[in-house]
Protein backbone atom coordinates (compact mmCIF):
# COMPACT_ATOMS: atom_id res chain seq x y z
CA UNK A 1 0.00 0.00 0.00
CA UNK A 2 2.40 2.73 0.47
CA UNK A 3 6.32 1.58 -1.56
CA UNK A 4 8.89 3.21 -1.62
CA UNK A 5 8.36 4.77 -4.86
CA UNK A 6 6.14 7.08 -2.97
CA UNK A 7 8.82 8.53 -1.64
CA UNK A 8 9.56 9.63 -5.25
CA UNK A 9 5.87 11.32 -5.30
CA UNK A 10 5.80 13.91 -2.40
CA UNK A 11 2.53 15.70 -3.52
CA UNK A 12 0.54 11.95 -3.44
CA UNK A 13 1.68 11.79 -0.20
CA UNK A 14 5.23 10.96 -0.17
CA UNK A 15 4.56 7.56 2.55
CA UNK A 16 6.23 4.53 2.82
CA UNK A 17 6.15 1.37 4.71
CA UNK A 18 7.45 -2.31 5.18
CA UNK A 19 5.40 -4.45 3.97
CA UNK A 20 4.95 -6.33 7.63
CA UNK A 21 4.61 -4.30 10.69
CA UNK A 22 7.25 -4.18 13.48
CA UNK A 23 9.79 -4.60 10.94
CA UNK A 24 13.53 -3.87 12.84
CA UNK A 25 15.55 -2.79 9.71
CA UNK A 26 14.24 -1.67 6.46
CA UNK A 27 16.27 0.40 3.92
CA UNK A 28 15.53 2.44 0.51
CA UNK A 29 17.79 3.40 -2.13
CA UNK A 30 16.82 6.92 -3.87
CA UNK A 31 19.00 7.90 -7.20
CA UNK A 32 19.21 11.64 -7.92
CA UNK A 33 19.29 12.62 -11.78
CA UNK A 34 22.39 14.24 -10.79
CA UNK A 35 25.60 15.06 -8.28
CA UNK A 36 24.26 17.82 -5.37
CA UNK A 37 25.24 18.92 -1.96
CA UNK A 38 23.30 18.01 0.51
CA UNK A 39 22.75 21.22 3.30
CA UNK A 40 19.59 19.61 5.62
CA UNK A 41 17.05 17.14 5.72
CA UNK A 42 13.61 16.62 6.07
CA UNK A 43 12.37 13.55 6.68
CA UNK A 44 8.52 12.94 7.59
CA UNK A 45 8.13 9.66 10.57
CA UNK A 46 5.38 7.45 9.33
CA UNK A 47 5.83 5.15 12.22
CA UNK A 48 9.41 4.46 12.60
CA UNK A 49 11.83 4.90 15.84
CA UNK A 50 14.70 5.70 14.51
CA UNK A 51 16.73 6.79 10.91
CA UNK A 52 20.23 7.33 9.48
CA UNK A 53 20.95 8.78 6.07
CA UNK A 54 23.87 7.59 4.24
CA UNK A 55 25.25 9.19 0.78
CA UNK A 56 27.24 7.71 -2.10
CA UNK A 57 28.09 8.62 -5.24
CA UNK A 58 27.38 6.66 -9.10
CA UNK A 59 31.31 7.37 -9.47
CA UNK A 60 31.53 4.25 -6.72
CA UNK A 61 32.87 3.77 -3.49
CA UNK A 62 31.29 3.50 -0.38
CA UNK A 63 27.98 4.57 1.59
CA UNK A 64 29.11 7.24 3.73
CA UNK A 65 27.00 8.04 6.91
CA UNK A 66 25.14 11.73 6.62
CA UNK A 67 22.70 11.56 9.42
CA UNK A 68 23.93 9.24 12.56
CA UNK A 69 20.74 7.19 13.76
CA UNK A 70 18.47 9.48 15.22
CA UNK A 71 15.47 9.13 17.51
CA UNK A 72 11.92 9.84 15.58
CA UNK A 73 10.35 8.74 18.57
CA UNK A 74 10.96 8.10 22.31
CA UNK A 75 11.07 4.17 23.56
CA UNK A 76 7.33 4.92 25.30
CA UNK A 77 5.63 6.71 22.33
CA UNK A 78 6.96 4.03 19.91
CA UNK A 79 5.27 1.10 21.81
CA UNK A 80 2.62 2.08 22.45
CA UNK A 81 2.55 3.86 18.68
CA UNK A 82 1.88 7.19 19.91
CA UNK A 83 1.93 10.28 17.62
CA UNK A 84 3.05 7.77 14.78
CA UNK A 85 3.81 11.03 12.30
CA UNK A 86 5.93 13.79 12.38
CA UNK A 87 8.35 15.78 10.87
CA UNK A 88 12.04 16.45 11.86
CA UNK A 89 14.13 19.20 9.96
CA UNK A 90 17.82 17.73 10.38
CA UNK A 91 20.19 21.01 9.76
CA UNK A 92 23.83 21.32 8.76
CA UNK A 93 24.74 20.81 12.45
CA UNK A 94 23.18 17.57 12.61
CA UNK A 95 24.92 16.09 9.48
CA UNK A 96 28.37 14.54 9.52
CA UNK A 97 31.04 17.53 8.41
CA UNK A 98 32.91 15.36 5.68
CA UNK A 99 29.92 13.89 4.17
CA UNK A 100 27.87 17.41 4.21
CA UNK A 101 30.57 19.00 2.35
CA UNK A 102 30.46 16.78 -0.23
CA UNK A 103 28.00 15.85 -3.62
CA UNK A 104 26.17 13.13 -4.02
CA UNK A 105 24.06 11.46 -6.28
Do not use: C, T
Request: hydrophobic share 40%; net charge neutral.
Amino acid sequence: RHPAENLLRPDDGGRWRGAAAGEKQLSVVLELGRSRPIHSLHIGNDGAAFVEVLVGSSAGGDFQVLLPSAALMSPSESRAGAEPRRVRLFGPDSLVKGPAQGSWD
